[in-house]
């Protein structure tokens, strides 16, 4: 078992930045890829950016690429999303999830662990 909890969400303007942080608890956090997911209601949770357990490898939506970047401190336990440029379209709920496996993947079904989420709203 992983347990894993998001903070640092909130209201910002458009343009501004958040850091997003996801801590985990439980089994060995550096055997897992992590990765943030946002859902808006009644959409399906959306991928947004993944790592690999090394951190050596990241990959990210196109609607975020160039905005956001994916981090992790694995000595911390930690995984954190720097958000850039906020625009309105942005505005979620944003949950950090778990995988085991190798193999980059952008369907949340295929995530092992969840966190609660953390709401981001950005106003215009």
């Known amino acids: 078992q992983v347990q894993l909890a998001e903070s640092g969400g909130g209201l910002v303007q458009a343009g501004d930045s958040l850091r997003l942080s996801c801590a985990a608890s439980g089994r060995t956090f550096s055997g897992y890829a992590m990765a943030w997911f946002r859902q808006t209601p009644g959409k399906e949770r959306e991928f947004v950016a993944r790592i690999s357990w090394s951190g050596g490898s990241t990959y990210y939506a196109d609607s975020v690429k160039g905005r956001f970047t994916i981090s992790r401190d694995n000595a911390k336990n930690t995984v954190h999303l720097q958000m850039n440029s906020l625009k309105p379209e942005d505005t979620a709920v944003y949950y950090c999830?778990?995988?085991?496996?190798?193999?980059?993947?952008?369907?949340?079904?295929?995530?092992?662990?969840w966190g609660q989420g953390t709401q981001v709203t950005v106003s215009s």
């Open positions: 999830a778990a995988d085991r496996s190798v193999v980059a993947k952008t369907t949340a079904g295929a995530y092992d662990y």
